[in-house]
């Protein structure tokens, strides 16, 4: 990353102190249901419905079990994403 101007600083996701406050900008625009983890056991057993899961209860569960989090999320400058693949990171169509 280096090469690519970019110093990378990596954080645990599971360790995280998150609050309201850090963990919403992540998530910009996207409907709920995309700031889930699909694969995390409470959304697969149904204990979680991302779809009908309000903003604040999903933020609130999400601090409690990080593992619904859609990661990865990645900050640069002032913009934050949650979910990218590389190919978005990395500009490619």
Known sequence: MIALGHVVESFDLMNEPWSVSSLRPFFGSRPVREWFNPGASRVVSGEINPERITPQSALVEMI???ALINGPLI???SNCEAGL???AL???A
Do not use: C, K, Q
């Open 75 to 77: 900050r640069i400058g």
């Open 85 to 87: 693949s590389a190919d």
């Open 90 to 92: 990395f500009g490619v």
């Open 64 to 66: 409690l079990d990080p």
